[in-house]
């Protein structure tokens, strides 16, 4: 009985064995194919690169690297903001030195009418008209030895010989005197405003 079911396993453990054995010899044979396979499939994709990288030149990569042409463009945007706010600030520049010359030059027309039509300058003006008219000219003026000296010095820088400028009025004082009032047309003989104002001798 035992040896029955020993040969009665028997073709059955055979046949485990060859199924076990073709499972395994299939696998391997499987593998190798795909390792085969992958080994000819890497081949093919260097192969494509190398002709694709060959084919591309280095002016072309330069071209289409993705990373530095923004850069080329972003400097390029910047560049022409710059230049853009840099003509705007001159053109500001001007328009204002402009307006600041304009507004200094309408000052001083506007300043110019004012002092020729106020009122002070009017009256200072005829104040001093009617002084002039009031005042008589003609009017002799009491020499003292300060005014003479003056006038000797006065007399000497017009170009007439009073002598030394002492104070004292001598015969050379009294004749520089009359050809001073002589050459002037001024009354002769006599120390005047009039001769005084000529001389530019304060009275």
Known sequence: MKTTAANQLAPSFYLLLVISLLVTIGLVGCGKKEEAADAQNKEKAVAETTESEELMTEPELITESPTQAPSESITEEIGEQTQEAIASLEQT???????????????????????????????????????????????VVKPTPDLIRKVQQALANAGFDPGAADGISGPRTMSALKSFQKQNNLAEGQLTKETLQMLGVPY
């Open 93 to 139: 520049t001007d328009t204002l030195l402009n307006d600041a010359a304009e507004n200094i030059a309408e000052a001083e027309d506007a300043l110019s009418e004012f002092m020729a039509d106020s009122p002070s300058a009017a009256i200072a003006a005829e104040d001093e008209t009617q002084i002039a008219e009031q005042e008589d000219l003609s009017e």
